[in-house]
């Protein structure tokens, strides 16, 4: 039996077990600053020898497609639902996640497709234990374990992200010489099912800064012209893992399962909505599929401006120790803001459940 989160106190071993990466620092309870660590068992943990095998296509019906359009098991009597922009977001107040029903957690998935992102303040969900947290995003669809981030030993469903003085292995990823820290994606789209509705909730977190910004990919689509929608529709990209995992390799970290490049349509559908929504994504997305490199890179290129640029349909989501956000990522992008001293802590844990093979739209 792991132990309980509230175990926060139990000194955690500095004896770093034989396969685990040098990536795989001691799990310190304290950082630069003498602040404890709040969670320490979900301190990021990387094994070089865990390998996981390909995926496999399961089916999959969208939990939002049988909810109560209503929603009366959700936003009963004495909540309170704030929208935070007219395309995206919602503050939902009134709510614990840990104690909605499977009716509740239907409507919430229709939510989260509906608003795109949903916050949730003041939450529990930081405090059950892990089996119980996987338990309840399973409602979502089977979790999609991460071939290369720091997950939690023994539940490798977590996606961990963690910041301190020591410890920035995103900023390596991303590129530490760069001048903007904002970068655009949809959380693995490269798997051949990729992520619906998905849960984020924080542990520690700046005073100020640390946000996340999310766009609505729906609203996205729906700014351009109805001619350049029919040209899109139809058209197919390639996602691709394979640089990630290169750059896990090239600092001695794992990669659990061999990287994969997934074709996926440009423009997809919601099976809940109905909704079109663009399905391409900075972070993954590499070219298209049948262009010349040069028409690729051009249509890319002024497709991901478009979503950058679109202040009128982005958020930026702030939180507290106890946030939980829910959002859908078949329907949003977002980037983290890298704008808090580096000596301050920022941890947080992802459940990444995966959805449908993506629906293609037709005009």
Do not use: C
Not at 226 to 233: I, S, V
């Amino acid at each position: 039996m792991a132990p309980s989160v509230a175990e926060t106190a139990t000194t955690v071993t500095d004896e770093i077990s034989r396969g685990v990466s040098k990536l795989q620092l001691k799990a310190e309870t304290k950082s630069s600053d003498d602040v404890p660590i709040s969670y320490p068992l979900y301190y990021p943990y990387f094994d070089v020898e865990e390998k996981f095998p390909p995926t496999e296509i399961f089916e999959f019906t969208d939990p939002g497609t049988r909810a109560d359009p209503k929603k009366p098991n959700l936003l009963s009597e004495g909540t309170s639902v704030k929208q935070l922009s007219p395309y995206i977001g919602a503050e939902v107040s009134g709510v614990q996640i840990s104690k909605l029903s499977k009716e509740g957690l239907d409507e919430l998935a229709l939510l989260a497709a509906e608003r795109k992102v949903v916050v949730f303040h003041d939450q529990d969900f930081k405090d059950l234990s892990p089996e119980r947290q996987i338990e309840i995003a399973r409602h979502f669809g089977p979790i999609q374990r991460h071939p290369t981030s720091g997950n939690v030993k023994g539940f490798p469903e977590f996606h961990v992200v963690y910041r301190d003085a020591h410890h920035n292995r995103f900023e390596e990823y991303r590129g530490a010489n760069r001048a903007n820290k904002t970068s655009w994606h949809s959380d693995v789209s490269y798997e051949k099912q990729t992520p619906g509705t998905t849960l984020f909730w924080i542990l520690d977190q700046p005073d100020i800064g640390g946000d996340t910004l999310f766009a609505s990919q729906v609203e996205a689509y729906n700014r351009l012209s109805p001619e350049f929608k029919k040209r899109l529709e139809g058209l197919r990209a390639v996602h691709s893992a394979v640089p990630q995992a290169d750059a896990s390799r090239r600092r001695g970290g794992p990669v659990r399962r061999e990287p994969v490049e997934t074709e996926h349509p440009l423009v997809r559908v919601h099976p809940a909505t109905g909704e079109k929504a663009l399905y391409i994504n900075q972070g993954f997305t590499k070219y298209i599929v049948g262009f010349k490199d040069e028409e690729s890179e051009y249509l890319l290129k002024f497709l991901f401006d478009h979503i950058a640029k679109g202040a009128d349909f982005q958020i930026r989501a702030s939180y507290h120790p106890g946030t939980v956000v829910v959002w859908d990522n078949r329907v949003t992008v977002h980037s983290a803001t890298n704008d808090f001293e580096k000596v301050v802590r920022r941890h947080a844990v992802r459940l990444t459940p995966q959805a449908e093979v993506p629906i293609p739209a037709t005009a």
